[in-house]
């Protein structure tokens, strides 16, 4: 039996487990199933700090599939960590593949059960999640072979959310996807998330007035949209160059950077053709993480850098001058994520992401701030959002602490 | 009732890397068809040519004779068997297998109808109200065919299919995919790397080799007639023993000098080979198959015993002869620097047989296969057209 463990340093668990033995006759404290219809043995085992997932595939599988998701991390696409694969495993026995589980992530089942499609935003962003993470994996040249939403994570990320892929079993590597590769892997997707709500709603967890297949076909127009925006050619005369800088603010806004662009004239001189080469989502992240050091998600780090863009005011005005970015972020960090951070209790603090709750708390901010008619400060914000934070998880049907933007139909 | 064309079909990716020089191919109408060989020797680019998941660079695919080449995936009215399986736990499983076509807005009755019918072919239309959980796991599995299935398309495309399967259920699957094809009739391309399910299950088998087509004919013709060394040795398992052999002339006809002994091919050599007695001399690949040694034939050869298996139905007798092996490799041909090379007989499991013993096993020369050492094509087979003689070196990169 052979063993590869990621950073074993940080997962010394794993190697006390009975990976000799068949998954389903595991007896682990805190292991327990995975629900729904599997073709695999999987399991999930609940430990402290870090949990795991773990399924049993033949070898080779297992290997390629851990191959694939590394593969997959390295070019920046949002995906579970692989922490080890175990092959060779006696009596013949299939391998072992061994992922992290994704910390603060939900599956769609919770975010849409019972509610969600009826909340239109919260269905949009769950299925505009899916769409854009197709469309990275496709930029990067993978494809998928099982898009859907129970082969999807999901994190909360400033009222938006954003989607990891958890399974990759069919998936392949190419050096650049054929239309004919993409628009397949965008029929199965479609399928599959039409068969995922429908399975929702068969089990009466999903409203009736939601029509799964008008749902599922407009992933197909959100993904041509998406696709067309970050590799479509775009022709303008000479004298509109200024239309370079738009293309490049909308790859931006759309969280996503190009590495180049590719300018050529046209025949008769007189237009330009621009074709972008879009390299990786994540834009304001990476300039939040060069800024701050924090990891975050796109629409988290977006929201974050309009507070730190608003504190370099607040730092302006008391130190009579303006301050590099570099500066006005690291007093950003001391003085108000840091604190407002600390004074959240524990409980709360392992339920969301820390910049999620900042995110929370400066949209309460507006919230209060609205209806007191005046800026109530950050402190105010901070203590508020604890108290409503906490008589939510003690509410009959608690689940998790969640945004106020709409996205949900329970406040903090 | 549909055909797939070839006609001198290429793949050349941006690096110049050819994939498939040029493939001529053709599966009738109903036809199941597989498509085999290793790793890297293009079966899969020319399965995702045929699927339009692959830009093609020269040649012509048709479906019906008409050709397709630039249409997309979707157009081409093609299934990609099993690339997705997952049931839905919550829904019935006549609405897992109908629930594609409504999303494609197949009329109701249409639906109805489809599904009744792929439910009575697949044994499933006792359990159409159930949900997948109440199945067995043969069952779900067909439950996901029927998936793939109920559109009825023009042409089933199955790219190892089976490889996610564990061992037992592969077997299981393999037979239910075969059966299931014959009733339903639909014209049929399934790859695979695994010479077994090319052999159990197509009625016609094409071997490749760095995207050239080495044969396509029937499992025994494969198995029986292999027109070069590679297909020899590739069809078969335990694989055909190969080793290096001079022609020479006995007192009773031809024979092939292995090492020290002489296998005598005697008339029904001079019959299966015509011309051999114009390559006294010549050098050649020697290649019998486990099951044609040890049994009943004119021909001997003695081996030394180097082990002894014995698999209940047959007894595999592992020994060394001295004489070099030969193989295909991916360039042409390679013979061993070593003199010696081990050979297996499958033989009655009631024989005794003792290792390290020396045992001179019968030899059927209906069974033999000579082989061109440059070209590794089949030396002098028949009239009817097939191989009689190999000597050209760039013979076998034609296909």
């Known amino acids: 039996m052979r063993l590869q463990l990621s950073k074993p340093s940080e997962h010394p668990a794993v190697v006390g487990w009975p990976l000799a033995d068949p998954l389903g006759s595991w007896q682990l404290d805190h292991l327990q199933p995975v629900a729904g219809l599997h073709r695999h043995e999987v399991r999930l085992v609940e430990l402290d700090p870090v949990s795991y997932v773990v399924k049993e595939l033949p070898d080779r599988l297992a290997e390629r599939e851990s191959r694939l998701l590394r593969e997959l991390h390295e070019a920046g696409v949002p995906t579970v960590e692989i922490v080890g694969v175990v092959t060779d495993r006696p009596r013949g026995q299939d391998g072992l593949l061994i992922t992290r589980f994704l910390d603060y992530s939900l599956p769609y089942r919770t975010l849409l059960a019972g509610r969600g499609l009826r909340i239109p935003s919260l269905g949009e962003r769950l299925l505009d999640a899916l769409t854009g993470l197709l469309v990275r994996l496709h930029l990067a040249g993978f494809f998928w072979g099982d898009c859907s939403l129970s082969n999807t994570l999901f994190r909360r990320d400033a009222g938006a959310l954003s989607a990891f892929i958890i399974d990759l079993e069919t998936g392949e590597r190419h050096a650049e996807l054929t239309d004919g590769q993409r628009l397949l892997d965008l029929s199965i997707a479609t399928e599959n998330v039409a068969g995922g709500l429908l399975d929702l709603q068969a089990a009466g967890r999903l409203s009736d007035e939601v029509d799964p297949w008008q749902v599922a076909l407009a992933i197909e127009e959100t993904y041509a949209r998406l696709w067309l925006e970050l590799t479509g050619t775009e022709e303008f005369h000479v004298d509109e160059s200024f239309r370079v800088a738009q293309r490049l603010d909308r790859l931006h806004e759309l969280g996503f950077d190009a590495e180049e662009i590719d300018l050529e004239t046209t025949a008769g001189g007189t237009h330009l053709r621009l074709v972008p080469r879009v390299v990786e989502h994540g834009f304001h992240a990476r300039e939040l993480f060069e800024l701050t050091g924090l990891r975050t998600g796109e629409n988290q780090a977006r929201r974050l850098l309009q507070d730190v ?104 | 009732m549909s055909t797939l064309t070839m006609v001198n079909l290429q793949k050349r990716y941006a690096n110049g890397y050819e994939a498939v020089p040029g493939l001529d191919l053709e599966i009738k109408d109903g036809e199941f068809l597989v498509l085999v060989g290793p790793s890297g020797c293009g079966k899969s680019t020319v399965l995702r040519m045929v699927a339009g998941l692959e830009d093609i660079s020269g040649g012509d695919l048709l479906i019906d004779g008409a050709r397709v080449n630039d249409m997309g995936p979707q157009q081409r009215d093609i299934a990609m068997v099993f690339q997705s399986y997952a049931l839905y736990p919550n829904m019935t499983v006549g609405d897992n297998i109908a629930f594609a076509m409504k999303l494609r807005k197949t009329p109701k009755a249409e639906i109805a109808q489809k599904v009744k019918e792929v439910a009575e072919l697949l044994e499933l239309d006792k359990v159409l109200d159930r949900k997948p959980g109440q199945l067995s796991g043969g069952q779900r599995q067909r439950v996901a065919m029927g998936r793939a299935i109920v559109r009825h398309p023009k042409l089933f495309l199955m790219d190892e299919p089976l490889s996610n399967l564990d061992a037992k259920l592969r077997v299981h699957t393999r037979a239910e995919i075969a059966r299931l094809q014959r009733r339903l009739g639909v014209t049929t391309m399934y790859v695979t790397h695994d010479q077994v399910e090319a052999m159990t299950m197509g009625d016609r088998v094409a071997v490749l080799r760095r995207g050239v087509l080495m044969q396509c004919a029937s499992p025994q013709e494969l198995y029986e007639r292999p027109d070069n060394l590679f297909v020899a040795q590739f069809i078969g398992s335990p694989s055909m023993n190969v080793v290096r052999g001079t022609v020479v002339s006995t007192d009773h006809g031809p024979g092939v000098q292995i090492g020290d002994q002489t296998v005598e091919l005697g008339s029904v050599g001079a019959a299966r080979f015509p011309g051999i007695g114009e390559m006294i001399g010549r050098d050649v690949a020697f290649g019998v198959r486990p099951e044609a040694l040890g049994g009943d034939g004119s021909g001997r050869l003695t081996m030394q015993v180097e082990l002894v298996e014995m698999l209940g139905s047959e007894l595999l007798v592992h020994g060394t002869v001295n004489a070099p092996a030969v193989r295909a490799i991916d360039t042409g041909v390679e013979q061993s620097d070593k003199p010696t090379s081990m050979v297996i007989a499958s033989m009655d499991p009631r024989r005794k047989v003792e290792v390290f013993s020396t045992v001179e096993l019968p030899v059927d020369i209906d069974r033999v296969h000579l082989f061109d050492l440059d070209t590794g094509l089949a030396i002098g087979r028949d009239a009817a057209g097939r191989v009689t003689d190999s000597s050209s070196p760039n013979e076998l990169d034609k296909g």
Do not use: C
């Open chain 1, 309 to 412: 863009q608003r504190y370099g005011v607040v730092t302006e005005q008391r130190m009579g001058a303006k301050q590099r970015p570099v500066i006005i972020a690291d007093l950003w960090l001391s003085e108000r994520f840091q604190p407002a951070l600390a004074a959240i209790p524990a409980d709360l603090v392992g339920k969301l992401e820390p910049a999620e709750i900042y995110h929370q708390i400066l949209e309460h901010r507006w919230y209060l701030s609205e209806a007191a008619g005046t800026d109530v400060g950050l402190d105010l914000a901070v203590r508020s959002w604890i108290k409503l934070a906490e008589q939510a998880l003690t509410a009959p049907d608690a689940a998790e602490p969640v945004s106020e933007s709409g996205a949900d139909d329970r406040n903090p």
